[in-house]
């Protein structure tokens, strides 16, 4: 059958499963074990060569978001990008308000 289908009405080339098929299916990979390995292997990436970023979960507000996604393809590299400008740089550590205290002793005992 060709044309509109209404959804969620099965057709002839498509019954609807009875439970007794329901209950006995099995995963395409156990059925088609060569063909799925395949499939698999082609779908992803594999690992990165170099990897040099690190993924994370992040919880931003939806309007954030929204207005990144609006500028187009490429908008978690804007958002990286911004990211990375206003990320704190600190040519070495600063030593804490208590180190500093402990140097002042020390140099005032000397």
Same mark, same amino acid.
């Given at each position: ?6 959804? &969620?009405?099965?057709?002839a ?21 060569? *063909? =799925? ?8 990436? &594999? %690992?990165?060569?170099?990897p040099?970023?690190? %993924?994370?979960? *992040? ?5 954030? *978001? /929204?207005?990144?996604? =609006? ?11 911004? *990211? @990375? /400008?206003?990320?704190?740089?600190? @040519?070495?550590?600063? %030593?804490?308000?208590? =180190?500093?205290? /402990? ?5 005032? @005992?000397?």
């Open positions: 059958m060709r044309g509109k289908q209404v959804y &969620g009405v099965p057709d080339e498509n019954p609807e499963w009875t439970t007794e098929e329901i209950r006995t299916a099995k995963p395409f990979a156990e059925v088609f074990p060569d *063909l =799925a390995a395949r499939e698999i292997r082609r779908a992803s990436r &594999g %690992p990165q060569k170099t040099t970023k690190q %993924p994370v979960s *992040l919880r931003v507000d939806p309007e954030v *978001l /929204a207005a990144y996604r =609006a500028t187009g393809a490429g908008w978690q590299g804007r958002m990286h990008a911004v *990211l @990375a /400008a206003h990320a704190p740089r600190r @040519a070495k550590a600063a %030593p804490t308000p208590r =180190a500093r205290r /402990a140097t002042r002793r020390v140099r005032r @005992a000397s």
